[in-house]
């Protein structure tokens, strides 16, 4: 059995030790010699690294159980940064009340306020550039996940 992406992302969601947590992204380099399997997990409150450690330890009895002592590999277990996309649903309800940039399908742009997650997608408070010496102003507006190609939180030094 190779070290996938698949197979790994399964040994990391039977690796989570508290229920609240949830795999953002799972990564194998293809280097046959050593490869680098690089595991992004979050929580609902976010997570710790005594949280990464224990699904560190837990996927590392998982490889050796399945592929053996011998196998060579470096894994590393973080949460995803600032700059990582936001995917899952439950890392847009956490940033409920944060300013993201949203990449649609259709190659176009929105930025705004996340008001709500719902179910099938997000309400963000658009922002609506307005003309030179004019306020902006903010439009509700409903933006269904399957429309999202990228969205990544808006990070503000004001």
Not at 23 to 46: M, N, Y
Not at 117 to 130: P, S
Not at 146 to 153: E, T
């Amino acid at each position: 059995m190779a070290l996938t992406a698949k197979t790994i992302r399964e040994m990391a969601e039977a690796s989570l030790p508290e229920s609240d947590l949830f795999i953002v992204d799972v990564a194998v380099s293809d280097s046959s010699v050593r490869p680098k399997i690089t595991v992004l997990a979050d929580g609902e409150q976010g997570i710790t690294i005594d949280q990464c450690a224990t699904i560190s330890r837990r996927i590392n009895k998982k490889i050796e159980e399945t592929e053996g002592e011998e196998v060579s590999y470096v894994l590393e277990v973080s949460s995803p940064g600032t700059d990582f996309p936001l995917t899952q649903p439950q890392q847009f309800k956490r940033n409920t009340g944060r300013n993201l940039k949203i990449k649609l399908q259709d190659g176009s742009e929105k930025t705004g306020k996340l008001e709500e997650v719902t179910e099938t997608g997000l309400n963000l408070m658009e922002e609506v550039k307005a003309k030179k010496g004019k306020k902006a102003t903010y439009e509700p507006v409903q933006i269904p996940f399957g429309d999202i190609v990228k969205a990544n939180v808006v990070i503000s030094f004001k």
